[in-house]
Nanobody
Framework: QVHIAESGGGLAQPGGSLRLSCAAS????????MGWYRQAPGKQRELVAV???????NYAVSVKGRFTISRENARNSVYLQMNSLKPEDTAVYYC?????????WGQGTQVTVSS
């Protein structure tokens, strides 16, 4: 079994920053892509950023230049540094980890951007 644990969500003011962390544990052989998705109320879940095992990154247009995804393979961890936050970034953020041929999801962490 695999467990995905997220942390770092919370309340931030517009223009502020937050850092999300995600760690995978359990029966892990090979981790491929690691990414972050988000889902705002009444909207579909959308990709925020993804990073491959080789370090290639891809971002949603709406966060490019403001968010940075990184990973630490030795710790089976992925991070999302979020700067210049906007109210429209408010959502539940989910970590997604591709292990072998299976994708595993975290439970989600709430990010609220409000003054």
């Amino acid at each position: 079994q695999v467990h995905i644990a997220e942390s770092g969500g919370g309340l931030a003011q517009p223009g502020g920053s937050l850092r999300l962390s995600c760690a995978a544990s359990g029966m892990i052989n090979s981790i491929y892509d690691m990414g972050w998705y988000r889902q705002a109320p009444g909207k579909q879940r959308e990709l925020v950023a993804v990073i491959t095992s080789g370090g290639r990154t891809n971002y949603a247009v709406s966060v490019k230049g403001r968010f940075t995804i990184s990973r630490e393979n030795a710790r089976n961890s992925v991070y999302l540094q979020m700067n210049s936050l906007k109210p429209e970034d408010t959502a539940v953020y989910y970590c997604n980890v591709l292990i072998g041929t299976m994708a595993w999801w975290g439970q989600g962490t709430q990010v609220t951007v409000s003054s």
